[in-house]
């Protein structure tokens, strides 16, 4: 019988290779995640909601201002009203494409690192391997440039509404604010196209343009304006890791490619 002294020793020595077992296990997964990818994606579906969202009821909320004080005939305004409900509708799309396609960018990112290599033997890849991965590629540079115009784009409406807030705030500065001037001081929106020039009334004025800017449609509107353009400005950064995660992983797998065949040759 072995002392019990050399017993406890053996437990101790196998419960610690036991347990170093256990820590290289864990230190081979966390280095097979995408990290790039995996950032990329918390990124762009925080962005995409943040845009799909919040333009979703701003563009609600600037019909609701038209109607009620800029145009208050409908038919001044019914092709606009039909685009924002449009784009309202596309903005449902957008969402799910984006949620599908950043869970694939980011399921291509852990079966293209060195770990899958590790953990599964020989890193074998096909021709139709590297061609979906280039598709990946160039799909991701496409929508990388299609949303720096969606970038853009959300700009326009935040514009319009600062210019007619910043007007509101120079009617309640000391300087005009209970003069006859203020009364002269107007936005006219239908100098920014999204109405036409024959719509009643088109143009504010005074103290009745400083009730639109008290109004909670306007405050919420503009808010919501600024953090869905805020969105779209992060799923532009969330593209671009893409385009560089993406890029990476086709020419990981072009070489690994190359020294498959030069290991067959």
Not at 55 to 67: D, K, N, S, Y
Not at 181 to 198: A, F, L, S
Request: glycine share 8%; charged share 10%.
């Amino acid at each position: 019988m072995k002392p019990a002294m050399e017993t406890a020793a053996e437990e101790h020595t196998e419960q610690s290779q036991e347990r170093k077992g256990c820590f290289e296990c864990c230190i081979k997964c966390l280095g097979g995640v995408p990290y790039a990818s995996l950032v990329a994606t918390i990124l762009c579906f925080s962005g995409v909601a943040l845009f799909c969202g919040c333009g979703h009821v701003a563009l609600a909320g600037t019909v609701a201002i038209l109607e009620q004080h800029f145009s208050t005939n409908t038919s001044d305004h019914a092709l606009l009203s039909e685009v924002i409900q449009l784009v309202q509708y596309v903005i449902y799309g957008i969402a799910s494409f984006f949620f599908l396609y950043g869970i694939i960018l980011l399921a291509e990112g852990f079966y293209t690192t060195s770990a899958v290599k590790e953990l599964h033997g020989e890193f074998k890849t096909t021709a139709c391997g590297r061609c979906i991965s280039g598709m990946f590629v160039f799909l991701t540079y496409v929508l990388g440039v299609a949303w720096l115009g969606v970038f853009g784009f959300s700009a326009v409406p935040v514009f319009m509404f600062y210019n007619i807030w910043s007007t509101c705030e120079v009617i309640r500065s000391p300087q005009t604010n209970g003069t006859a001037g203020v009364e002269q001081i107007c936005v006219d929106i239908r100098q920014y196209g999204i109405i036409p020039w024959n719509a009643f009334p088109g143009k504010i004025c005074g103290s009745a343009l400083e009730n639109i800017c008290n109004t909670n449609e306007f405050y919420v509107s503009y808010h919501l304006f600024i953090v869905a353009c805020a969105g779209a400005g992060a799923t532009v950064i969330a593209l671009l890791i893409y385009m560089m995660a993406t890029t990476y992983n086709y020419a990981v797998l072009k070489f690994k490619s190359r020294e498959d065949c030069c290991t067959k040759f």
